[in-house]
């Protein structure tokens, strides 16, 4: 009887391998997927060897058509037994030939149906997100668990534990499993994630329970990003690396029906005339500039990998343009100072546009001021202001299409603030000072201070100090008895206007005198 058992085995999986042979794989699966997908089968002692090879043959089956490796599907097999064991992890068959063969050499385990123990050998060996590492610790995560249905344990809170973890559930029952319990361990929706079959019946779900695991793995390997009105980029995960080939990129916009399209509303690029244009790409790129679209107009780009060594699918993107906007469509300031401002404009259109042109005045009748620049600059600072004024300034862009617009905003400079205010001397002893003030660090080159005997009439009897701009304060010593102290601001081409007091030392009283 087990040798019987041994021959049908031997020759479902010859008529399988004839079968992947001859059949490409099916439409959409091939490179579609990125994603580990681990198999719970139950091999107890409820399990009779037929049911075995049959799950086994229906798991060949199934995985057949999908793309294995690093960056694609990676597959684990766990059985259920008295001890559950691990048969191959994710990291061990990145090839079809490796996987198949894998399957082909698999081992009931006989004995009870350890569910509980299986999934938490699942939970913290194989499923864990940290185990894959890098980037695929973000990756979806899918488990399937096929079984007879026959006692499998309370798994509804271990299974509730791995959905919780971002672990997608899903159920292939052979007919004797329990609806309620199954229904509460998959994930939603449960008509795509739960089903019931008879063994010999299991090829009837190839294709769907295959659509509901591309479903969740479906990686997004082509996209579109920098969109503008008249170019965007096309982006996808390069599949031929380490392969010779090329990429063919083929894009125009959707057609609508009528010539091109066969009738209906089309998904593909129009083929009519010069509707559509064709790029080509080396094998070690990932990128390419889509130029010459129109605005406001949707799009749909294909990528057809092409290598001898392997075959790959057309892969398909729909994106619409962004709607002309013509700059200037916002003016923003900034920097603004007592006297300067800079003013920016936007969107930036050096390809549409020759010059901007921008015009201030003092509000309410000031003196018109010009200045244009060039198409690559989109701003300017203005000079020469009057602080504390409303200005009204026009930024205008002429268009090479000859259209010219517009845009203006008002803006307010600030008052100009003192370098440096409340000036303070305190007598230290019969001699010395402490000079005290409060100054703006910001655009100052450093303080100078002079100070000389108030009543004196001989030249020369001036004392100076220079101090970096982040001092505001000092002690003098050994000044005369009726001393005049001055600190003036330094700027980078002169000084400022100071502030000055004068000390008495001949009481204990201060005499204040302040000149600006």
Known sequence: MESRMLLTWMLLCLLLRLSAAQNPAPEGVLNCCEGDVLFLVDSSGSVSSYEHSRMLTFLSELLLPFSLGEDQVRIGLLQVGTQPRVEFGFDVHGTQSGL?????????????????????????????????GGARAELPRVLVWLTDGVKPGDVIGPMAELRKEGVAVLVVSTGHGNYQVLRQVVSLPVENNLYFVDIDDMSIITEDLRDAIIEIIRAERINVRDVATNSATLQWRPVLSGLTGYYEIRFGPVQ?????????TGTSPSTGGSQYQR????????????????????YTATLTPESNEQAFNTLSVTFTTKPEVMSPAVVTVSESGPTSVRVSWGPFDAETVTSYHIEYSALPRGKLHAVTVGRTQNSTLLRDLQPDTTYLVTVSARHTSGKEKAMSVKLCTPEVTPA??????????????????????????????TWEE???????????????????????????????????????????????????????????????
């Open 100 to 132: 198949q063969g894998a399957l082909r050499n698999v081992k009931p385990l006989r004995g009870d149906t350890n569910t509980v123990e299986a999934l938490e050998m699942a939970k913290k060996r194989v499923l864990r997100p940290g185990v894959a």
């Open 256 to 264: 609508t029906g009528g010539a091109g399209g066969g009738g209906g």
């Open 279 to 298: 790029l080509t790409q080396s094998a070690d790129t990932s990128t390419a500039r889509l130029t010459g679209l129109k605005p406001d107009t949707t």
């Open 420 to 449: 440096l205010a409340d000036l303070q001397l305190t007598t230290v002893g019969s001699d010395s000072v402490q000079v005290d003030w409060k100054g703006s660090v910001a655009g100052l080159k450093g303080y100078w201070l």
């Open 454 to 516: 108030q009543q004196s009439s001989v030249p020369g009897q001036r004392s100076s100090l220079y101090l970096p701009p982040d001092s505001l304060s000092t002690r003098l010593t050994h000044l005369p008895p009726s001393a005049r102290v001055c600190v003036s601001p330094i700027y980078r081409t002169a000084r400022g206007e100071g502030l000055c007091c004068t000390a008495q030392f001949h009481s204990n009283a201060l005499a204040y005198s302040y000149q600006s």
